[in-house]
């Protein structure tokens, strides 16, 4: 079996990581350069970090590439992708990860906040996927995860916006999983729970505290954590896996709510 089709192997492959500039992004993108892909790393206000990064992964050896693009704008995702694509010829994995996070009170939100939310976390991922899908489907089929989160299905106070729209991604993993599977694509999300960054500890002692107590595993998830989980399903390892969610929590959501 050559190295290309070793499971978990992406050698030979071309991704795109959406908000690659961010630290989950980065992290995700990381994982797949060391698995052997060529990495497309999308920024939107993050050019210092998405150069970093390809900075990273060239000097380890990879190959990547920064594409700037507001993947909110349905022709510069199309944009992206045909980037993404050109470069080496190819498209194989699409990891939409851009979004946004805000913590706002149900009562205290507009409309204008549900949109935006909405508008960066849902749409984005749609307009990607139906780009992404004609470089795919011209090629040997492809995988697309969607970074989906514990929240679609476990509601967060302050998150009413930020739950809805990761449900969402989860119900249009499934539907594009079905609609798109005799094209040789799969569609797939991961969610994880609480990935830890610097300073988080101290910013937020008590939930740090709740999270390490609920978790079995007994610590947040890391940025590589959920790289890894990429990793496999964008791999030959899930070829038959897809309108599935993989959650990535430390089996947090293992524990009773009641």
């Known amino acids: 079996m050559s190295e290309a089709r070793q499971a978990g192997s992406l050698a030979g492959r071309v991704a ?3 908000g690659a500039s961010g630290l989950l992004g980065g ?7 060391r698995a052997g892909a060529a990495v497309v790393a999308h920024w ?4 210092e970090q998405a150069t970093a990064l390809v900075k990273e992964i060239t000097g380890e050896g990879g190959s990547a590439l920064a594409v700037r693009a507001d993947v909110t704008q349905e022709e510069e995702c199309r944009q992206l992708v045909d980037a993404a694509a050109s470069w080496r010829g190819r498209l194989d994995v699409l990891v939409n990860n851009a979004g946004i996070q805000p913590v706002q009170p ?4 507009t409309a204008a906040d549900w949109r935006r939310l909405s508008e960066a976390n849902v749409t984005s991922a749609f307009c990607c996927t139906q780009a992404a899908v004609g470089a795919m489907r011209r090629g040997d089929g492809g995988s697309v995860v969607h970074m989906a989160s514990i929240e679609g299905s476990q509601p967060a106070p302050g998150h009413a916006h930020y739950s809805a729209a990761k449900a969402a991604l989860i119900m249009f993993a499934r539907s594009a999983a079905m609609e798109y599977g005799p094209l040789g694509i799969r569609v797939n999300t991961v969610s994880p729970g609480l990935i830890d960054r610097p300073g988080l500890d ?16 007994t ?12 990793v496999f399903l964008a791999s030959d390892a899930a070829s038959w896996i ?12 293992a524990r009773p709510t009641w």
């Open 202 to 217: 101290t910013d937020w002692p008590e939930g740090v505290d709740r999270w390490t107590r609920a978790a079995p595993l």
């Open 16 to 18: 795109l990581v959406t």
């Open 27 to 33: 992290g995700i993108a990381r994982r797949l350069a």
């Open 242 to 253: 897809t309108g599935t969610d993989l959650v990535v929590d430390g089996g947090v959501s």
């Open 44 to 47: 939107y206000r993050g050019e």
């Open 106 to 109: 149900l009562a205290e939100m």
């Open 219 to 230: 610590r947040l998830g890391r940025p590589e954590d959920v790289g890894d989980a990429c």
